[in-house]
């Protein structure tokens, strides 16, 4: 399986999905799109020599032409990780049904514009809830809307302080993401 990741923060889930890749075979990254110049996501690709195409909002704004250059990859799945733009429509038709997003709550409470790092953390946090995760959902045209095909769950830290929340949800994603990443593979094969 051919993977695109789209990041726009430090890249740890794109740096652990490119460690499991090259562990267990299952999928190829071929690049990261980055829409920040100052992510941390672009040296860590640097670092990999794995190819960072960075763009900016009038590159997404200019009809056709993120998705000519996503498409250029022919990838079998793209994976949002920790990236906060909402896709245009002609990307979101030309990839419907092979894009993913990786969401630090259970969806779909702490989902929407804006809900996103540690304003979600914070959220939960200041609720009652007792427990949180993460969701791993399909992307649509809606922020954080698309249907779920994974949560998995840790319970709110006693403190109820969302640092140390937000320490369990990287936890949960660096460990799930790869594999359900590997399992989509799997199932596209057979």
């Known amino acids: 399986m051919r993977v695109v990741i789209f990041a726009s923060g430090t ?38 020599g794995l190819p960072c195409i960075l763009f ?31 896709f245009p429509d002609d990307l979101i038709q030309a990839v419907r049904g092979k894009a993913i997003n990786l969401h630090p709550a259970l969806l779909p409470k702490y989902g929407g514009k804006g809900m996103f790092g540690m304003h979600v953390h914070e959220a939960v946090c200041a609720s009652t809830d007792v427990h949180s ?14 249907a779920v ?5 840790l319970p709110v830290p006693e403190g109820r302080n969302p640092m140390e929340l937000a320490q369990g949800i990287h936890e949960l994603e660096h460990y799930w993401l790869p594999r359900v990443v590997s399992f989509l593979s799997v199932k596209a094969r057979r």
Not at 149 to 153: I, P
Request: with cysteine; hydrophobic share 40%.
């Open 11 to 48: 890249g740890s889930n794109a740096e652990t999905l490119l460690d499991w890749s090259i562990k267990t075979s299952d999928f190829q990254v071929l690049a990261v799109f980055c829409n920040r110049p100052d992510a941390g996501v672009i040296q860590r690709c640097a670092h990999r």
């Open 56 to 86: 900016t909002k009038s590159d997404m704004n200019t009809e056709g032409r993120l998705k000519e250059w996503v498409m250029a990859f022919e990838p079998d799945l793209i994976v949002l990780a920790g990236f906060l733009w909402k």
């Open 133 to 146: 995760g993460i969701s791993i959902h399909w992307v649509n045209e809606e922020y954080d809307s698309g």
């Open 149 to 153: 095909l994974f949560q998995f769950s």
